[in-house]
């Protein structure tokens, strides 16, 4: 195999495709990123895949003889990262040997390979008959808007990824760690290219891995709004295909839990807030609550017309916020952790947001002040001594 390519290509791939490098591999080769250079299609390839999740790139290089071979991702890359990159990068295997020859305008380096026949094959299923099409911005949104709520407590390994249920041309996505939840429903950003999905009156639901979809979203982010991603599954293997990528992952085994029957139907308590007002009150009063448990207790006072925020670090000291408000119902305290509270805040986009609550140990709910925004952030509240 012999191409030579540029070093700020190549170095952006290696950084994209080490992300599904095992760190902890049961075999050597999963260590390795697989290179294939092909002269018909001027293309090289490379290949990170941990046997969960895979990702796949490719790039323009000037290819004199094709082939495929195994590189160490970590010393590999590093070597790259550090060469000029205003010189393309050779590379050349040798037939007698398991050494690669680098070379740059800078020095020539050595390096030992692996043959790609021990690289486990990336999972593929585009002939599978759940195929659909997803517009890459509105998906990237969409999970940037739930990721946040995943588990990272690995004994619950159904909460540590996002549950997606396509519903012909929409898209429901929901995660929860137990403590809250975080729900985003779009509308129209499905293609179906075909009409039997599952056999389930053409909905499919599948759970995948939070960190899957980390780098998922880093790939969708870098696509166009409206770029159409390809989506296939099959048997447990989700795998997304645009014109130069590949993502593939496995999905997570077991039941997602009913998380609709969590939300209350009716509310007693509803406030309609400025957002960012509210979340720099919060950013303020977090740096006492984070010395201490990170909670910050709500009050309202109908009287003054005011929205309270404290918090008390103990030994420490305490801190106290107001927002004005308008609020007729019975005065009310509730404690949060200031972290989620945050993280909710930040994932809506509109300048006002709805708090609903019914009682100190029930359910609260931040939404949008637009009721064509289908998204619904639910928190628990944290029980205080009074």
Known sequence: MKFACSQSDLNTALQLVSRAVATRPTHPVLANILLTADAGTGKLSLTGFDLNLGIQTSLNASI?????????????????????NDSPISLIT?????????SSKSGTYQVRSMSADDFPELPLVENSSSSLQIKAGSFANLLKSTLFSSSSDESKQILTGVNLCFDKNSLKAAATDGHRLAILNLNNIVNIEHESIEDNNEILEVTLPARSLRELERFLSSC?????????????????????QIVTTRTLDGNYPNYNQLIPETFSHQLNLDRKILIAALERISVLADQHNNIVKISTNKESQLLNISADAQDLGSGFESISIKYEDDDIQIAFNSKYLLDGLKAISTDRVFLK???PTTPAIFSPDDATLEFIYLVMPVQIRT
């Open 94 to 102: 040798d037939e007698s040997s398991d050494l690669v020859n680098l």
């Open 224 to 244: 166009d709004f409206d770029t159409q991603i390809n989506f296939f599954y099959d048997q447990g293997q989700v795998v997304f295909i645009s014109s130069d």
């Open 357 to 359: 609550f019914n009682a």
């Open 64 to 84: 004199d003889n094709s082939g495929a071979i195994t590189l160490p991702a970590k010393l590999f890359g590093e070597i790259i990262s550090k060469l000029p």
